[in-house]
């Protein structure tokens, strides 16, 4: 094993054990256990209700686990650790969150505010967090944006601009809720070719789908959430893909109807992988 092997398996994050509920009757999350890889891209998928928003909650410190342990590095997220005003500003810093609906996140005037909001929160100078939002914009192709007011955009450019709010914190880890859902083809290309880029430039990235178009793109580890709220299976997109029982068994393809003049055949969904004639 070499040195450069030991850097990228470097553990950045760690689920133990870990379980949620919102309410005393149901488990959002039950004994859920993985980590992530400094440098990698890991997908966590599942169908609506699975528990994929809780985890990055959970993940970003938005929730706390009410059993288990989740790790950033070697440091334990809890409500009392992120009362150290040191630590919570590194955490921070260090891990930029993608709502899935942009509109939860936006909130400044203008797209110009919404850029600098984040570094001149952690304490950046003006010129710094200036220099930021001018080189996010030319990433994101949104400098004819800048002026403009946020709540008046299309949901296509609203998620740029959130992204690009997160991008000017440079953190190292980058999480996404459903990236792709709600976006235009264009868009969806668009965010994919970023993903890649932001990848190859070192940045971890976590992005939750249940798009599997997506997962098969992204070719990266991934972690399959099953409709009990556990992890069924963690494996490479090869593993998980012709992986069909658990498909099923997930909900995340089935079988459906589709007609071709006057024969109607059946399909799995899941389109792209299963749609052969
Ligand atoms: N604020 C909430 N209050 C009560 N139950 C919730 C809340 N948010 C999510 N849940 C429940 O927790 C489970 C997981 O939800 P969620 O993490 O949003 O799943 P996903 O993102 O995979 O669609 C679901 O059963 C959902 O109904
Ligand atoms: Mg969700």
């Known amino acids: 094993m070499n040195l450069l092997y030991c ?35 890991f997908s966590i998928i599942g169908s609506n209700g699975s528990g994929k928003t809780t985890l990055l909650h959970l993940l970003s410190g938005l929730l706390f686990a009410r059993s288990g342990s989740v790790f950033y590095k070697d440091k334990q997220i809890t409500e ?68 403009r007011q946020t709540h008046m955009l299309s949901g296509g450019e609203k998620k740029r601009v959130a992204i690009g709010a997160v991008l000017t914190l440079n953190p190292d880890v980058l999480v996404f809720d459903e990236p792709v859902s709600a976006l235009d083809p264009k868009t969806r290309a668009f965010l994919i070719e970023l993903i890649f880029q932001l990848n190859e430039a070192g940045k971890t990235i976590i992005i ?31 593993e998980i893909l012709s992986d069909t029982d658990l498909l099923i068994r997930t909900n995340l393809i089935g079988e459906h109807p589709h007609r071709h003049g006057s024969l109607t055949h059946k399909h799995l969904s899941g389109g792209f992988l299963f749609h052969k004639h």
């Open 80 to 147: 009392q650790s992120l009362k150290n005003e040191q630590f919570n500003k590194y955490f921070r810093e260090s891990l930029g969150y993608v709502f899935q609906n942009p509109d939860a996140q936006l909130f400044c005037p203008t797209v110009f505010d919404e850029l600098i909001f984040g570094p001149l929160q952690m304490g950046k100078d003006k010129d710094t967090a200036f220099a930021r939002a001018e080189s996010v914009m030319q990433m994101l192709n949104i400098d004819c944006l800048r002026d």
């Open 7 to 41: 850097s990228r398996m470097e553990e950045i994050i760690r689920f133990e054990n870990v379980s949620y509920n919102y309410t005393d009757k149901h488990n959002a999350l039950s004994d859920i256990n993985f980590s992530v890889h400094r440098g990698e891209i």
């Open 208 to 238: 939750t789908t249940h798009h599997l178009e997506l997962v098969d793109h992204l070719q990266s580890r991934v972690a399959v959430l099953s409709e009990n709220h556990t992890i069924e299976k963690t494996g490479s997109t090869g």
